[in-house]
């Protein structure tokens, strides 16, 4: 079986990668529409075959508009088994991890974050308006897959809901999640006097 993972930046879909990833029977491939990716293998759904040793094949790819990675996501979606729309509520703390990444490069490893870093007015603009696409994208496509969101898996616990979507026979009976929260906000040391 044959799963796609669309996603927003910044919506939990690393740690949920590595999670089936995890299970042992998961091939987990990461953002394989992007060149630079260690898992490209040009954007053709012909290509995405589920490796030696797997029953399941998860591709985790980050929305982006089509010309960006020369994909038309209406068709691609349709080459897959189960489609999952993955994004996240809270804009505000989706936008302080997205322009922390971009401006750390650190996409994947725990850090601690200031309140006080400013947000370029014109990334946010970015940020906002590929938020609105995908959201748009994924309204449009509702009855192709399942939404849920980074506070329903990691804050209201809701990882049965997608379980129940995905109908798999493996059991996927690892806890959820595995590992930490890579954002911790930093706490001024204060002194009483």
Request: aromatic letters at 14%; proline letters at 3%.
């Amino acid at each position: 079986m044959k799963i796609i993972l669309i996603c927003e930046p910044r919506s939990g879909s690393t740690m949920l990668g590595r999670w089936f990833h995890a299970q042992n029977e998961f091939d987990v491939r990461y953002e394989s529409l992007i060149e630079k990716s260690k898992d490209w293998i040009g954007g053709k759904p012909e290509n995405y075959n589920i490796g030696k040793g797997y029953k399941y094949l998860i591709l985790k790819e980050v929305y982006y508009s089509d010309n960006e990675v020369q994909i038309d996501w209406y068709k691609f979606i349709d080459t897959f088994d189960k489609v999952v729309f993955l994004h996240r509520e809270n804009v505000r703390d989706q936008l302080v991890s997205w322009n922390h990444s971009i401006e750390t490069k650190n996409w994947c490893q725990p850090y601690s974050y200031n309140n006080n870093t400013p947000i370029n007015r014109e990334k946010q603009n970015f940020f906002l308006e590929l938020k609105d696409r995908f959201t748009d994208f994924r309204i449009k496509n509702k009855d192709k897959g399942f939404t849920i969101s980074y506070e329903d898996l990691y804050v209201r616990d809701k990882i049965e809901d997608l379980k129940n979507y995905l109908d798999l026979p493996h059991s996927l009976n690892r806890k959820f999640p595995e590992g930490q929260r890579l954002r911790h906000t930093k706490i001024k040391n204060t002194k009483l006097i």
